[in-house]
Structure formats: structure tokens, C-alpha cells
């Protein structure tokens, strides 16, 4: 066994939590020490215009940094693996960030490449879900990672530059409704994007990340998000949320606890994205999971320790 801490930072928000691995005779098993726990601190706001990221979110980052630093201090965890993603690979100044990640931990941050997002994040996300071809989207900030195979290990992986930040700042979403005509640009972006993706040829598509379970918790009819959940969604149901969610302004979303404060300027171009990418299944429903590519991140680190 052993207990790993792994920290997440993505566009949109940075995660960490910490995990006992296990080997099993039924693979790696996983029991967790920390529960995810979550900063919003839109990490890339701006990056798509100015390829840098912003001072202030890098001011933020380095109290969460801080206050994580002493979570994983106080149960143990004798190993941290670090991984930041689309917002840290597009930055000009991304040694800014590696500076504050060494001042926090003493180690270097690794930046994963689109690929090894989607490799990882298939595995965290498809384990028990059987041998039939699955399609993972994890819908992210600054990229969407589709990965397509059987089994824990996919045969396609692709990372697409259509986050939710950044189409909300390509397309200008503001805090009500796009105006039809800038929402016919958005949409046709998105669909010229996906159709390099195979979607119909999986027989079963699983969605991952905060706008996909904003949507999915919503189209269930919950009202507050409950961690670790996997449900089915049917595809009507979620196309629906997705345009419910398109018409709502900022304003109407306070009356939905269940999307966050700094996610009300992006839920609408993350909707956006997960409708077209529900228009373009033929399947009858999706798979939603709370595994998140920090699951998968972990894993990968415990089988090079346990190997």
C-alpha cells in the first residue's frame, strides 16, 4: 500500500486530495485519506488573448497551495505528485507558476501534455465500466480531452482547445444570454472542433468535470452537489439542462446553489460545448462520474511505485 497526495491545477480551479493504493487481484484500488477539495481561482483567465496567466490568479494560487501544503502534512503522505494542464501549457510565463509551485513544495510541477490528460482521466473514470467501446469527455477550462478505447486503455486520445473559460472569452459570454448571432459562431466552432472526434462509434459515453456535473445534477433534479457519484443521465434530459442553462443569466443562477459563484460566467459556454457533444451521440444516455483526472494521476503514480 501506499498513500499518495496528488494536486490538480487546471484552468478553472486547483484540486488535491490524498489516496491509500492498494494492489487487489481485481486491479488498483483506491481509499481515500483527503477528500478533492477544490479552489476556484481561474488560473487561466485571460490566457486565450494574452498567453499569460493573470497576477491575480497567481497571487491566489499560492495561499491554496499553502493551506493544502498542510493537509497533506498532517496525514502523512510521503508522496506528492503535481500536475498543472492547458492554462500552465499555453502560458508565456508559466515560470511564474513553477517558482510558486517551488517555493510551496520544493518540486517541480509537470505539465501534462492534452494526450496524457485524456489517457489518464480515461482510466480514473472508466474502471468497472466492462470492455465495450467508452468514450471520456472530460470538459475542462482551457481544453476538452475525448479518449476513446476499451477495457482501462484508450486507443484514441485527442485534446481540443474548446474549455469552457476559454470559449466563454473567444465568444464573449457575458452575464445574461448570447445574442443569436454570436451563439451561431460558438456553436459552429464547437461542432467544426468535435467532428474530428469519433462520437458515434461508442457505445458508451462518459462525461467527467464541473460543467458536465452542473449539468448532470441538475438534469436529476438535485439541488446541491454530492461528491463521488455515478449516474446515468438520460441524453434528451441532458441536452435540455444544456439549453436551460444557455437561456439562464447570471442573475437567475443564484437561485441555483448547485453552480458555484465563479463558475456563472462559464457554466453557459460549458454547456454549449456538452450539448454539441450530446447532439452528435446516438446514444440514448451518458454515464456521469465524479472521477476526476486527479483519480487517474494517482493511479499512475502508485503503479510506477508498486511496479
Do not use: H
Request: hydrophobic fraction near 40%; glycine fraction near 12%.
Amino acid at each position: 500500500m501506499v498513500r499518495i497526495a496528488g494536486i490538480d491545477c487546471g484552468t478553472n480551479s486547483v484540486k488535491m486530495e490524498v489516496e491509500d493504493v492498494f494492489p487487489s487481484p481485481s486491479g488498483l484500488q483506491m481509499q481515500t485519506v483527503i477528500p478533492r477539495k477544490v479552489w476556484t481561482i481561474r488560473l487561466g483567465e485571460g490566457v486565450e488573448k494574452t498567453r499569460r496567466l493573470s497576477a491575480n490568479a497567481l497571487k491566489k494560487l499560492r495561499p491554496s497551495l499553502e493551506g493544502f501544503k498542510a493537509d497533506i502534512l498532517s496525514c502523512g503522505a510521503p508522496r506528492l505528485r503535481f500536475v498543472a494542464t492547458s492554462a500552465v501549457r499555453d502560458a508565456e510565463n508559466s515560470g511564474e507558476f513553477r517558482k510558486i509551485v517551488w517555493e510551496v513544495f520544493g518540486i517541480e510541477p509537470e505539465i501534462l501534455t492534452g494526450e496524457e490528460e485524456g489517457r489518464l482521466g480515461f482510466e480514473a473514470a472508466c474502471r468497472g465500466e466492462g470492455e465495450e467501446a467508452k468514450l471520456l469527455v472530460d470538459l475542462g477550462g482551457g481544453s476538452t480531452e475525448f479518449a476513446l478505447g476499451e477495457g482501462l486503455t484508450p486507443s484514441f486520445v485527442r485534446s481540443l482547445d474548446i474549455g469552457c473559460v476559454r470559449m466563454a472569452e473567444k465568444f464573449g459570454f457575458g452575464p445574461g444570454p448570447l445574442a443569436p448571432e454570436r451563439r451561431e459562431g460558438a456553436q459552429s466552432f464547437i461542432r467544426k472542433e468535435i467532428s474530428k472526434i469519433p462520437i458515434p462509434s461508442a457505445k458508451r459515453l462518459i462525461g467527467i468535470s464541473g460543467t458536465i456535473a452542473v449539468v448532470s445534477f441538475m438534469a436529476a433534479g438535485e439541488k446541491e452537489f454530492s461528491p463521488y457519484k455515478k449516474f446515468e443521465i438520460d441524453r434528451g434530459k441532458g441536452i435540455e439542462t444544456c439549453e436551460k442553462l444557455m437561456g439562464m443569466s447570471e442573475g437567475e443562477m443564484e437561485g441555483y446553489p448547485i453552480i458555484p459563484l465563479l463558475r456563472r460566467r462559464v457554466i453557459r459556454a460549458g454547456a454549449l460545448i456538452w450539448g454539441e457533444v450530446l447532439l452528435a451521440s446516438p446514444l440514448d444516455s451518458y454515464l456521469f462520474s465524479d472521477a476526476a483526472l486527479l483519480d487517474g494521476v494517482i493511479l499512475d503514480e502508485a503503479r510506477r511505485l508498486l511496479s
